[in-house]
């Protein structure tokens, strides 16, 4: 079963990277590398260290967006599924920052924060965290009620009630709010580094534009989806330590 | 199964052809930015090329880059900017026909430099990697032996005027509208316009896909026509462009503020060499190869660079001879 699910996954892959090849060479565009190309260009900035300066750039606000994201997101998710009056006080601020353009909203952003560090991460919690808390408290809401009845039969306290049962049975939404809003925080730092000032990949993409090297930019946009999926991924492996019996069909099944 | 999936690729293809068939009847612009001040003389010339019976539509980009994109990939006939990395890296038959502003920018810092040297080591704000800006910075660099310090970027020129007025900046090259902006109001008194070398490369051209250019070589003809008499008119009288501005197109909706300082920006434009009545060609171009083989956009020595590569002069030796 495993060994088919690679050959799936190494099945997709080679269809969807012959696709670009074929589309690259016929041209669609004189805009348009490649797959070859890119991955050229890849390995040569990887090879000179463009792409390691560009990382540590673009991961700063990426890693403590995306971390404030994860916690705040849960704790304030657990706090408005257990009571009704913070969904009241909070639910409606997570859902207007999901509905709001991002992109509109940057340039009220620079002006409150700067072009610094602080607007992006801002920028990346304000894509992350809405899916976090809004699914972490769906998910809490909807604990089967027996459970909570059984944990009160057996006299546990509130606080045992929410580790032993709240939170595992609602582990797998909260997995797929982290995993959405996670993977929203990827579009909000590279959206941030478009958008504000063009510093780590954002840098080597709008360059690369600049001076027409078409490769270098897909490259670049390749690399970070790469590292995306790369990080969903692990994400899940922690899902499947953290809560064994959990377990259902995703990604990389 | 297998027709249903025949039947929709010839619809797929068949509506391909029947849309670039309809929009061959318009020529498609591709303009780098939304219509402003700056674009006042393109679109008079756009209204006289009209009324000779040029047909058009333009779409503005949020910036160059993708204007260039669009005409490489055949979605825009004509487009704005100086698109010689794209000429040179894509191997796209792109051409200029027409030079619509020279690469007129200025050093502007504050009291605490006064020449360009000064600056060896300072930090300065451009507007972005591989702009116009930058290539300045390079070429600045390479003439007087000296290196920037950090450079930081901060797209637009009136976006750099404020950091300067805030103080988040000493140093940055703003263009020329901004420059007298700048220079004439209070706060002027507190900044230096440090002397530079002359630039006659260009800063926006319009180009197209030559193969398109051929294939359209009327229209072109009308297009390049309309702007060398408009910018020749100009350089007589820069006012031209406030009075045939038509009141009911992008530009003549623009708020009355604006309106009222056109006459203002194309006397200072014309006086300061921004627009070059000839349309550029042959000077130009050869400015550009050297000024964007210097400043790094294009590979290779200048002088065994091919104009022919990248301009194409024909509608323009036209125009001049009528």
């Known amino acids: 079963m495993a060994n088919r699910a690679l050959y799936l996954k190494f099945l997709s892959a080679v269809l969807l990277f012959g696709a670009w090849e074929v589309a690259g060479r016929i041209p669609v565009s004189f805009a348009f590398p490649t797959f070859l190309e890119s991955m050229g260009a890849l390995f040569r900035m990887i090879g000179d260290g463009t792409m390691a300066t560009a990382y540590a750039e673009t991961l700063r606000p990426l890693v403590v967006g995306v971390a404030i994201s994860a916690f705040l997101g849960i704790a304030i998710g657990l706090w408005v599924g257990l009571s009704s009056f913070f969904e009241w006080l909070f639910s409606p601020i997570f859902i207007v920052m999901q509905a709001a353009p991002l992109a509109a909203l940057i340039p ?146 | 199964m297998k027709t249903l999936l025949k039947k929709t690729a010839v619809a797929a293809i068949a509506l391909g052809l029947s849309v670039s068939a309809a929009a061959a009847d318009k020529i498609r612009i591709a303009l780098a930015e939304t219509p402003s001040d700056e674009l006042a003389a393109f679109f008079v010339a756009l209204e006289r090329a009209k009324a000779n019976g040029l047909d058009y539509e333009w779409t503005a980009f949020s910036d160059e880059e993708l204007a260039i994109q669009a005409v490489l990939s055949g979605q825009m006939d004509i487009g704005f900017g100086t698109p010689y990395a794209a000429m040179q890296r894509s191997k796209a038959p792109l051409r200029i026909v027409f030079q619509l502003s020279k690469l007129k920018f200025f050093p502007v810092t504050t009291k605490k430099y006064s020449s360009l040297n000064d600056l060896d080591g300072e930090p300065i704000l451009l ?57 004439r109001s209070e706060a002027g008194s507190n900044f230096n316009v440090l002397e530079m070398f002359d630039v006659e490369a260009s800063d926006e051209a319009l180009f197209g896909n030559l193969n398109w250019i051929q294939e359209n070589e009327e229209d072109v003809a009308i297009f390049v026509e309309a702007l060398v008499s408009t910018w020749q008119d100009m350089h007589e009288d820069p006012t031209i462009i406030r009075k045939e501005t038509n009141p009911d197109g992008p530009i003549g909706q623009l708020p009355k503020e604006i309106l009222d300082e056109l006459d203002g920006f194309y006397s200072d434009a014309v006086e300061g060499g921004l627009y070059d009545p000839n349309g550029g060609g042959r000077k130009a171009a050869q400015a550009d190869m050297e000024w964007y083989s210097a400043a790094g956009q294009l590979e290779g020595d200048a002088s065994e660079l091919n104009i022919e590569d990248f301009w194409y002069l024909a509608p323009l030796d036209a125009a001049m001879n009528k």
């Open chain 1, 108 to 253: 009220l952003l620079v002006l409150a924060y700067g072009i610094g560090l602080t607007s992006k991460v801002l920028v990346v919690c304000i894509m992350a965290m809405p899916v976090i808390v809004l699914n972490t408290a769906g998910a809490v809401r909807n604990t089967p009620e027996s459970m909570k009845e059984m944990g009160k039969a057996f006299l546990a306290t509130d606080l045992a009630i929410i580790l032993k049962i709240v939170i595992p049975a609602a582990s797998p939404v909260i997995f797929a709010g982290l995993r959405l809003g996670i993977s929203a925080g990827f579009i909000g730092a590279i959206l941030a580094e478009l958008k504000i000032t063009p510093t780590g990949v954002g840098d080597i993409i709008t360059y690369s534009r600049s001076i027409a090297d078409y490769p270098s930019m897909y490259a670049a946009i390749f690399s970070i989806i790469l590292l995306a999926v790369l990080f969903l991924n692990l994400l899940e492996k922690i899902e499947t330590v953290l809560f064994k019996g959990n377990q259902r069909g995703y990604v990389s099944d």
């Open chain 2, 127 to 183: 507007h972005s990697r591989g702009g116009g800006t930058d290539s300045i910075a390079n070429v600045i660099e390479d003439r007087l032996s000296m290196k920037f310090g950090e450079r930081s970027y901060v797209p637009g020129s009136s976006n750099r005027v404020a950091a300067l007025l805030g103080g988040r900046a000493d140093a940055t090259i703003i263009d020329l509208s901004n420059k007298n902006k700048l220079m």
